[in-house]
């Protein structure tokens, strides 16, 4: 009896030693938050730690005055059309309607007959010639008509883009309303055509009215922003944010013009802060801008920290932005503006040669 009670006591210690061990080798795994940095093997390490550590960054006070030479040159530029403003809103209508939109142009001869004119050229390629604004819209889309819209109002004013503008304004705007759309984030693709084609129309007007440096400006953007406050007491974006409101555009549209730079200087937090009525538009905007410079080969790489391609759902890479559904538009847009002739603004004037 008394060998088998000490046997089952031996067997019993040998488990629990054995437990034990077993216990020690393989220690229970706590479960911790997950942490994600979303940096591949070929980023630069240094270079992502340091996106916003610069030796110089604009103002980010808002400007009442503008240096007299500018001044001079802004106050001798018309108002931009209301009808502008009034597009932009009713295209961020969800119950928007060709017909209603249709009507709002056709009040214009001047803007119908231009319309119609692009429309038909070679630009578009249609099988069909298109003799109303109706068919264009339904053809072509909202945003389409909007760029014509935008581009013949500016003209009528005097402002008229050289040939890497026009490409830059047209290409920023098509790649903003693709995100608009793609990223969901809650902005009206009507108002990103809007930013898009006007973000840089105070550059046109520098480059018009103003002189240039000797060996030109730098194609660094951030750099450029700091020639021209040097050259000029004011940077374009800043001029473009208070020529829109001169131009009674919505203060959200003026705010973002003004500040589509702002991304490539301070981390989203902090424009966040500074500016959270227009957060969305900014990101769009400035990611869509460094795209459009990269689609050019203007410039190489993102300028902008991967907090904004993450906050519009996007990997922060320029390829995860000029996907193959919009580089098709991307590359006739590029065509049609490399083969224009002259500096007029108009491609019109080489898509009828070709």
Excluded: C
């Excluded at 119908?112 to 429309?119: A, C, E, G, N, P």
């Excluded at 503008?165 to 693709?189: D, F, M, Q």
């Excluded at 730098?218 to 944010?241: F, K, N, V």
């Amino acid at each position: 009896m008394w060998i088998i009670v000490y046997v089952i006591i031996g067997l019993a210690v040998v488990a629990a030693f054995v437990k034990i061990l077993s216990k020690n080798a393989t220690p229970q795994i706590k479960k911790t938050p997950a942490h994600y940095v979303s940096i591949s093997a070929e980023d630069n390490l240094d270079a992502f730690a340091t996106v916003y550590d610069l030796d110089w960054k604009p103002e980010r006070e808002l400007i009442s005055g503008i240096p007299p030479d500018v001044e001079k040159i802004i106050n001798s530029i018309e108002s931009i059309s209301p009808l502008i403003t009034d597009l932009s809103a009713r295209l961020n209508d969800p119950d928007i309607n060709p017909k209603d939109i249709s009507r709002l142009i056709i009040t214009d001869q001047g803007l119908t007959s231009f319309i119609l004119k692009r429309v038909n050229s070679p630009y578009y390629g249609l099988v069909q010639k298109v003799d109303n604004i109706f068919n264009a819209i339904v053809i072509l889309g909202y945003n389409e008509i909007y760029r014509i819209v935008m581009e013949e109002r500016a003209a009528k004013i005097g402002i008229k883009p050289s040939r890497e503008e026009w490409i830059h304004a047209n290409l920023t705007s098509t790649i903003a309303a693709y995100l608009a759309s793609t990223s969901r984030i809650g902005v009206p693709g009507g108002t990103m055509v809007t930013l898009g084609m006007l973000h840089d129309i105070a550059r046109t007007i520098m480059l018009q009215s103003l002189p240039q440096p000797e060996n030109g400006f730098s194609r660094d953007p951030r750099e450029r922003l700091r020639q021209e406050t040097e050259l000029y007491g004011i940077d374009h974006a800043t001029l473009g944010g208070i020529l829109a409101r001169r131009w009674q555009m919505p203060e959200r549209l003026s705010n973002a013009i003004g500040r589509h730079h702002w991304p490539m200087f301070w981390p989203l937090r902090e424009v966040a802060q500074a500016s959270p009525d227009v957060i969305k538009e900014l990101a769009i905007l400035s990611i869509s801008d460094v795209a459009a410079k990269n689609f050019s080969q203007d410039i190489t790489g993102t300028y902008i920290g991967d907090d904004y391609y993450r906050f519009i759902k996007k990997p922060p890479k320029i390829e995860s932005i000029l996907m193959p559904e919009i580089t098709r538009d991307l590359k006739r847009i590029r065509h049609i503006g490399e083969t224009k002739h002259g500096e007029s603004g108009d491609p019109q004037a080489g898509s009828d040669r070709e």
